[in-house]
């Protein structure tokens, strides 16, 4: 199995290297290949997604992505900022589903701004559909008003829609998701108000009649977003639309209070996928060995829970994960007094020397 490695910029090549190891390290035959992206992949050929890790991407089996952008390429022109390259490989790999994990390890419950009872166990799972809804919606724009109170005015306007086929397959990365886990799922719509969301709703529920072994439970956006905070264990997997969960499953990560922990994927139709932290490139600790790997390793391992098809081996890596919090070793994004602080590559270390 092929697996393309893009490190990216800032802090990309250095957690992406604890990741690299720890692959390295499960016994497994893997092809890995690394090629720049982002400000790197301007600064080899002059795109941030050169020709190459394109042909690259879209050859492998999977592709982990470290992170992109620097403050330095601020001033170029947009469709040359390294930000670029991600949008470019979601649409060129035609990634619509965004599985974002938020895990809350006992031992970090202290991270988090809400109280530890409420958050301490937390494991829940996001899934946002990325490629529909009113983010790419036509029409768009800014025109004369048509008609009604506000007639002649100039107004913005945003198209709201979902096609039947793009609701029934992130309902399918969904159910099938959760039958790996705790076999409950969420829709979150707003189907009390918007036409597009009865439609997703009715979707889903046809789809559901696929999956008798998942308990299925619609809930209205605004109702999710005060669950999230209230009772947020109560929550196994949520589906919902591109906008609902770009809010949602920020939300949701902050429940855990630490950036450096969250790991992402982004599949396809036939689950094959980008996996990154869900962290951006830090240039403000870039090179320091400072940066928190985790989430860029447990990224590695959803990518052989969801692609490869080697789920002992992602437990291994997350019980590995554990074991290296229950000892007390801690980047200084997670430090907490009485812990032990350790740097970027420390931590790759130990979780190396915990697989075995
Ligand atoms: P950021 O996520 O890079 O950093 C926010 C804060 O979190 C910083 O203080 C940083 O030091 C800290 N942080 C982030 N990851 C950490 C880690 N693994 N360990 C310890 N601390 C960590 O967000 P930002 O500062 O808004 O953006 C920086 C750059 O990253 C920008 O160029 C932005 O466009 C880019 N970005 C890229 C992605 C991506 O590649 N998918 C996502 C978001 C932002």
Known sequence: MKIAILPGDGIGPEIVEQAVKVLNALGESFELETAPVGGAGYEASGHPLPEATLKLALEADAILFGAV?????????????????ILGLRKNLKLFANLRPAIMYPELAGASTLKPEVVSGLDILIIRELTGDIYFGQPRG???CPDGPFKGEREGFDTMRYAESEIRRIAHVAFQAAQKRDKRL???????????????RDIVTEVHKEYPDVALDHMYVDNAAMQ?????KKFDVIVTGNMFGDILSDQASMLTGSIGMLPSASLDANNKGLYEPSHGSAPDIAGKGVANPLATIMSAAMMLRYSLNKAEQADRIENAVKKVLAQGLRTPDIYEAGTTKVGTGEMGQAVLQALS
């Open 228 to 232: 999230l905070v209230r009772a947020p």
């Open 69 to 85: 952008g620097d403050w330095k390429y601020d001033t170029l022109d947009r469709p040359l900022r390294p930000e670029q390259a």
């Open 186 to 200: 969420t829709s979150v719509d707003k189907a009390n108000v918007l036409e597009t969301f009865q439609f997703w």
């Open 142 to 144: 800014v025109r004369e």
